[in-house]
């Protein structure tokens, strides 16, 4: 059974950082895409950033030049670093990792990780 297992998540101050774990165990296949997703309180879940098998990124606007997306294939985990926190970087962050059993590609969730900003 497919596990992510999410960690790093807490409570710092505006201008803090924090960095942000998804360790991917029981599946079968490859790792695809990975990435975060985040839903602050009374909001929609949003992209966040993505990284491709290849190492290819994609950020959206809010993260660009702030947060930092990689992963380590051997670990098969996937991190967040985030600098220059802002309150409205509040909310529950979420992995996604899409995996590889040709022909099948399914994508599974993490529980998410609190990330608290304070200004």
């Known amino acids: 059974q497919v596990q992510l297992v999410e960690s790093g998540g807490g409570s710092v101050q505006s201008g803090g950082s924090l960095r942000l774990s998804c360790a991917a165990a029981g599946f079968i296949g490859s790792i695809d895409d990975m990435g975060w997703y985040r839903q602050a309180p009374g909001k929609q879940r949003e992209f966040v950033a993505t990284?491709?098998?290849?190492?290819?990124?994609n950020y959206a606007d809010s993260a660009k030049g702030r947060f930092t997306i990689s992963r380590d294939d051997v670990e098969n985990t996937v991190y967040l670093q985030m600098n220059s926190l802002k309150p409205e970087d509040t909310a529950v962050y979420y992995c996604k990792v899409v995996f590889n059993s040709s022909p099948y590609r399914t994508a599974s969730w993490g529980k998410g990780t609190l990330v608290t900003v304070s200004s």
């Open positions: 990284i491709t098998s290849g190492g290819r990124s």
